[in-house]
């Protein structure tokens, strides 16, 4: 059972230019001929993530924490271990500030139950943007209404930028709680986060912020972040579905009642009361999903080897290109900023043709396109458009997809002349 | 190159009727009138309809979306101008798709079968069951 090499991209050397070449030959469904332009929506996942999760099922498969048998320990360290891979890779202070999750949906489900039935209550100002996830929406107008408190929406300028004046204007009001993404998976817009965590945490908020979208695609160190909470998503950072991560510093997370209650996430159960497991298992419930976080371990080991600066850099190069090529293409409208201040995401919209039609007739040339209102309805009605077409990148993708998205767009152009 | 299957799917008529739509607009004061949105891809479609002695004497339909969703609620208002509405509740999903006569894919039938459903909700008050 060795592995100590499993994350590690054929001779690559951490923040060296990415081989793109040595790299997707980790990613066997390339040799289906696709071009894969989706990675903002679910990650490809190379051979190393799913040779781990293999090795898990092949040869200790068994449940952890509960049994004495040696395959259920070697399962159990190998659970664990993911923990310390991922406190590392975001440079959270302790591994029990590191709590397992499905994803991004369940870790901010997570804030919005455990952390916010506690601590919002009647006439609580809660702040978002209007960039963010329907998953950073929805459950804190669930928490809204049954609370009493209210949702203000940060709005964006001509640019899709954060209107950072009107972000101001509403800390001056004094919310408890500022949620907001990173990086916008609608329209890739790098949120300047540091600066905004700052001014909230002064304006004596709590903050979480979603990183489904920056952490599989540029260093992320949530102590200089300085946020109390951060989430994000296995499957769109080369692991798989079913295994995501809440950050949440300590003391808040100590304070926090469970989520979940059931096995595991308990130290005595007594008829009369019980006690809960220490950090961070009290908020992990139920047997787990052990080879998703097995999976996981070994997608932060591959990213960490090819280095978060070296994967920011080519995706900008690639986001740099596709900007310049689709900025060429007549009838073509880009959303949102220039590359140098975009994670790798550009979506667009083509004069007399529905993005899903665009997305139908790149499908025929094996184009993977994504189509639609990307789980952020009031960003769409704030373009005033109903959907848009998204382009995204990751660590391989190459130029040549860029241009075979090009001639879709030239293709579904001349059929709809 | 795959200009031949596309063309298959963007059938020549299915573009006409994108473009061209048939009985496009609003009647004043319909008998019936419903409207129905796919919010997943924005697809919106409206039914303005003129029934007369129980026949379907006029009809418009407005709305946006893709080429499909718009081209079937056009070929759906040509079928449905002049049927009773009897012989227009009989129309079901089969139908509308034989109309398109191209392959449709999962995520796409609902664009398909949006015109229906304004048909079918709008029309006849029946539950808005998803056709899938
Ligand atoms: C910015 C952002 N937040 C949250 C999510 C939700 O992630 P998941 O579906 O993995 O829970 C996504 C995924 O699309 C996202 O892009």
């Known amino acids: 059972m060795t592995m100590a090499i499993a994350g590690r991209a054929q001779g690559a050397l951490p923040n060296q230019p990415l081989d793109v070449a040595a790299i997707r030959k980790d990613f066997p469904i390339f040799e289906t001929g696709i071009a894969y332009l989706d990675s903002a929506n679910t990650s490809q996942r190379p051979k190393q993530v799913t040779g781990a999760m293999l090795e898990y099922f092949e040869k200790f498969n068994s449940n952890i924490h509960r049994a004495a048998y040696r395959i259920a320990e070697e399962a159990t360290v190998r659970y664990e271990a993911t923990r310390e891979k991922v406190r590392a890779f975001i440079n959270a202070a302790s591994t029990k500030e590191i709590v397992y999750t499905r994803g991004t949906t369940e870790s901010i489900n997570l804030v919005a139950y455990a952390w916010g039935r506690k601590n919002i209550a009647q006439g609580d100002l809660i702040v978002l943007t209007i960039l963010d996830h329907h998953s950073n929406i929805v459950p804190w107008q669930i928490l809204a209404a049954e609370r009493g408190a209210h949702i203000e929406y940060v709005d964006i300028d001509e640019k899709g930028e954060l209107r950072q004046d009107q972000f101001a204007d509403l800390l001056q009001r004094g919310p408890k709680l500022v949620a907001f993404n990173l990086v916008s998976n609608a329209m890739g817009t790098i949120n300047p986060a540091r600066d905004m965590v700052a001014a909230a945490k002064k304006a004596g908020a709590t903050v979480l912020v979603d990183g489904a979208q920056s952490t599989p695609h540029q260093p992320v160190d949530v102590r200089a972040l300085g946020c109390d909470f951060y989430a994000f998503s296995g499957h769109k950072m080369l692991g798989p579905t079913g295994a995501g991560i809440l950050y949440g510093r300590r003391e808040l997370l100590e304070a926090m009642d469970p989520f979940m209650a059931g096995g595991d996430m308990i130290k005595t159960v007594r008829i009369e009361g019980t006690t809960y497991h220490d950090l961070p298992w009290k908020f992990e419930a139920g047997t787990q999903a052990i080879a998703e976080v097995i999976g996981l371990g070994a997608a932060v080991d591959y990213l960490s080897a090819l280095g978060m600066d070296a994967v920011r850099a080519h995706e900008l190069e690639i986001t740099e290109y596709a900007y310049e090529a689709l900025s060429d293409v007549e009838g073509l409208t880009l959303y949102g900023p220039p590359p140098s201040r975009r994670a790798g995401v550009v979506s667009f919209a083509l004069e007399g043709i529905h993005p899903h039609d665009l997305a139908t007739i790149a499908d025929r040339d094996q184009v993977c396109l994504r189509a639609g209102h990307h789980c952020a309805m009031p960003l769409m009605t704030r373009l005033g458009v109903a959907a848009t077409a998204r382009a995204s990148f990751y660590v391989y993708t190459q130029k040549e997809e860029v241009d075979r998205l090009v001639g879709s767009i030239k293709e579904a152009q001349r059929i709809f002349a | ?132």
Do not use: W
């Not at chain 2, 969703?69 to 798709?97: M, P, Y």
């Open chain 2, 1 to 132: 190159m795959s200009a031949a299957a596309d063309d298959q799917f963007y059938r020549e008529y299915i573009l006409d009727h994108y473009k061209n739509p048939r009985n496009y607009g609003r009647l004043e004061h319909p008998d019936i009138t419903h409207e129905e949105d796919n919010p997943l891809c924005g697809d919106v479609v409206g039914m303005d309809f003129r029934v007369e002695d129980g026949v379907i004497s006029d009809i418009r339909f407005h709305g946006r979306g893709c080429a499909i969703s718009q081209a079937s609620a056009s070929l759906l208002t040509e079928r449905l101008k002049g049927l009773s509405l009897d012989e227009a509740k009989k129309i079901n999903k089969d139908d509308v798709l034989g109309e398109l006569g191209i392959d449709i894919s999962p995520a796409r039938i609902k664009c398909a079968l949006l015109s229906l459903k304004v048909l079918k909700v709008g029309a006849y008050g029946l539950a808005g069951d998803d056709e899938e």
